[in-house]
Structures are given as C-alpha cells and as structure tokens.
C-alpha cells in the first residue's frame, strides 16, 4: 500500500505559478498510475491530470489544458503538478492519487491524499 502527501499548496495572484508535489511513501511509485484531482468550494471533486507509469502518456482536464503540467519522478518517489497562468476558478484542494492498473477510468483512483489548498487571488 502506498500513503501519499501533498505539498506545495498556497496563495498566489492571479497569473502566477504553483508547483504541487506529491512524495509517495509505501512502496515505490513505479507500480502506480497517477492522478491530480480537486475540490472546489461547493463542488464535486473533478479530475485534473493523470500521467502513466513511466509517465509516456498523459491526460489533463480541457479546463487546465495547456497551462498545468504533470510529472513524475520515479527515483525521487514524487509526483508533480506544475499550475502556470492560474486563474481564481483554480482556487480548489488539490489532491494526489495512485491506481496500480493501468487501464481503468481517467477517474478511477484508489489510493489518495489529504490535498493541498491552492487560493488564487484576482
């Protein structure tokens, strides 16, 4: 089983740039699919990057296409979200995900983290 902890969350103005983190403990990161996922106030949590094992292959949400980009580090046992040209509406918690099958739903995650707040101010 893998645990998971985000970091890097915080305020920032509209415009500007984050880079979420997110460093697996557990077992290594090799065995999973990764996701970003978040939660806006009042909303249902929404999928926003998803990025293969060995990390050739990636998916974002059309909202953030373009502007966020995801990563991984496999030897570092992380996993990143860079967030560029952020805007308000990104103002959400942010959380990581892992699935160790590769072939399930862009939004099918078992194993997940606490999240990160990100407030993007205008």
């Known amino acids: 089983q893998v645990q998971l902890v985000e970091s890097g969350g915080g305020l920032v103005q509209a415009g500007g740039s984050l880079r979420l983190s997110c460093a697996a403990s557990?077992?290594?990161?090799?065995?999973?699919?990764m996701g970003w996922f978040r939660r806006a106030p009042g909303k249902e949590r929404e999928f926003v990057a998803t990025i293969s094992h060995s990390g050739g292959n990636t998916d974002y949400a059309d909202s953030v296409k373009g502007r966020f980009t995801i990563s991984r580090d496999n030897a570092k046992n992380t996993v990143y979200l860079q967030m560029n040209s952020l805007k308000p509406e990104d103002t959400a918690v942010y959380f990581c995900a892992a699935d160790p099958q590769a072939n399930r739903g862009r939004g099918d995650f078992t194993y997940w983290g606490q999240g990160t707040q990100v407030t993007v101010s205008s």
């Open positions: 557990g077992r290594s990161l090799f065995y999973y699919r």
